[in-house]
């Protein structure tokens, strides 16, 4: 108890409490601005912790974490614009609640979600640290392979027969143009014919801000110019979930925390996981399915809730086992070695009241959630206000500078390009630039961990798919492509039991 009171005591010190909710309001404004990740805006706020105490300065990057996360869902919603990879689910079906002038309430559902996955995560880092890291240690590259293989699956089973070939195939166009560059085993070079643009990769950042962004600028601009549209959109403003809204997608937002949380503590999976395998599951549990991608409000609260409580999850084994649970928290790590800190066991037991401290700023940090997001959704609800002419030169103009953001490279500008002039042909032909940049970002991981298995088991693909945990996975996998035929199937025969 006394170390409890004193983290409490810590946590509400003027000097902490202030750095915590700056922490929080810079984190919305780096995820909201598209190529900006969290990781990469951690790493820019770095030098800026080393004035302060080690556990202000973790508290305060913990913060604008857990800002970035909810920040990258106001241009997701607003301008179809992922401000970060977890955000990509969100575009889904919060871009066209926006443009049916449900803006604010997407918004609401966005933030509210993410309040509540990362209250639930607080509370599941605060009780189940220890062991759930212990779990998650189990883990063997096949069961990450066959995690990753399930997030492909999960997103291409969720519609019809013909929507799903065409998301399989986006997906494995990803996961082909992940292979392009040096291989990560052997270290030679493939797929870069000649090129020095592609020496380094296809790095799904430009690909995600062209394929999205850029090509619905495309889209918007043709259409506008059809119809002579140019005006302006109404106004947003943020509405909250109300408890009878709480009440109603009370089971949706169950299974995301598990999810999200289950993710989340699973070292170098990643959060976008989370945001697909709850995205699906809402789908599957949904009474209307065939809704989806047409403006659900489950559709953004299962992704931004799992994302934000796989977020908070990755700290779980960062601070308990020094692992990082993904790449914004190997930054964390790092934070905590530059301290003076050394996560893993013994710190718990020498600093016991750090982790105390840390869930308490968390807390707080989630709840500044719901007023740093009314006022960050003001900022950028000015520009969707704009004619479509200046909104789409804004939209172009981040665009530009999000991808030169993304290692200074020119190069990265010309895949940007390519991709946005690729997804304008993938939208209108109906193909799914969510599975293709999926397959960007989980493509590495399947590829990676396959390879590791294979050298660990002397190429013995058995170990692949015969492993307790990672057989199930790929079982979950397989019925999740098979979940539209079986669903087709059921049909056909109720109608002729009904005939």
């Avoid at 301008?79 to 997407?106: C, E, I």
């Avoid at 996955?117 to 212990?134: A, E, I, Q, Y």
């Avoid at 408890?243 to 989340?264: C, H, P, Q, T």
Wanted: with cysteine.
């Amino acid at each position: 108890m006394d170390v409890i009171i004193q983290g409490f005591i810590y946590s509400f010190a003027p000097a902490h409490l202030m750095l915590v909710v700056l922490g929080a309001f810079i984190g919305i404004l780096m995820g909201a601005l598209p190529g900006i990740s969290s990781a990469m805006g951690i790493v820019l706020l770095l030098p800026f912790t080393f004035s302060m105490q080690g556990i202000t300065a973790i508290a305060f990057l913990i913060a604008s974490m857990c800002g970035a996360t909810f920040g990258g869902s106001i241009t997701s919603i607003l301008f179809a614009t992922p401000g970060t990879p977890d955000s990509v689910m969100t575009v889904l079906d919060g871009y066209p609640m926006h443009k049916q002038g449900n803006g604010g309430r997407a918004l609401g559902y966005a933030v509210s979600a993410s309040v509540i996955g990362g209250l639930v995560s607080c509370v599941f880092m605060l009780f189940l640290s220890l062991p759930l890291s212990k779990a998650a240690l189990k883990f063997s590259p096949a069961e990450y392979a066959a995690l990753a293989i399930l997030g492909i699956t999960a997103i291409s089973g969720l519609g019809s027969s013909g929507s799903q070939i065409k998301t399989l195939i986006s997906g494995c166009l990803g996961i082909t143009l992940a292979m392009v560059g040096s291989d990560t085993v052997a270290g030679i070079m493939r797929f870069d014919f000649g090129l020095m643009a592609l020496i380094n990769g296809v790095h799904f950042v430009p690909v995600m801000i062209g394929a999205f962004a850029l090509s619905e600028v495309f889209i918007q601009a043709m259409e506008k110019a059809k119809s002579q549209d140019m005006s302006a959109t109404r106004a947003v403003k943020v509405k909250f979930m109300s408890w009878v809204e709480f009440w109603r997608y009370k089971w949706v937002l169950l299974r995301a925390s598990i999810i999200g949380m289950g993710i989340g503590i699973l070292p170098g999976v990643g959060s976008t996981i989370a945001a697909v395998l709850a995205y699906g599951d809402a789908v599957r549990s949904s009474k209307t399915p065939e809704k989806f991608g047409s403006g659900m409000p489950e559709g953004v609260i299962a992704p931004e809730l799992a994302t934000s409580a796989a977020i908070g999850g990755s700290l779980i084994p960062t601070m308990t086992l020094g692992i990082p649970g993904g790449g914004t928290t190997a930054v964390i790590l790092g934070a905590f070695v530059l301290h003076g800190m050394r996560p893993g066991p013994l710190l718990l037991t020498l600093q016991p009241t750090l982790l105390y401290i840390v869930f308490i700023s968390m807390f707080l940090a989630n709840l500044l959630l719901f007023v740093g997001g009314i006022y960050g959704v003001k900022l950028f609800a000015q520009v969707s206000r704009l004619p479509y002419y200046i909104q789409g030169s804004i939209i172009i103009t981040l665009c530009f500078v999000g991808t030169f953001a993304q290692g200074n490279n020119l190069n990265n500008v010309w895949i940007m390009l390519i991709a946005g002039i690729i997804g304008y042909f993938m939208k209108k032909y109906g193909f799914s630039v969510a599975g293709l940049i999926l397959g960007i970002i989980l493509g590495p991981l399947i590829e990676g961990n396959t390879r590791q298995m294979l050298i660990i088991t002397g190429g013995n693909w058995g170990g692949l798919f015969f492993r307790p945990i990672a057989g199930p996975i790929f079982l979950a996998g397989f019925a999740l492509l098979l979940f539209p035929q079986i669903k087709s199937l059921l049909a056909f025969v109720k109608k002729r039991k009904a005939d």
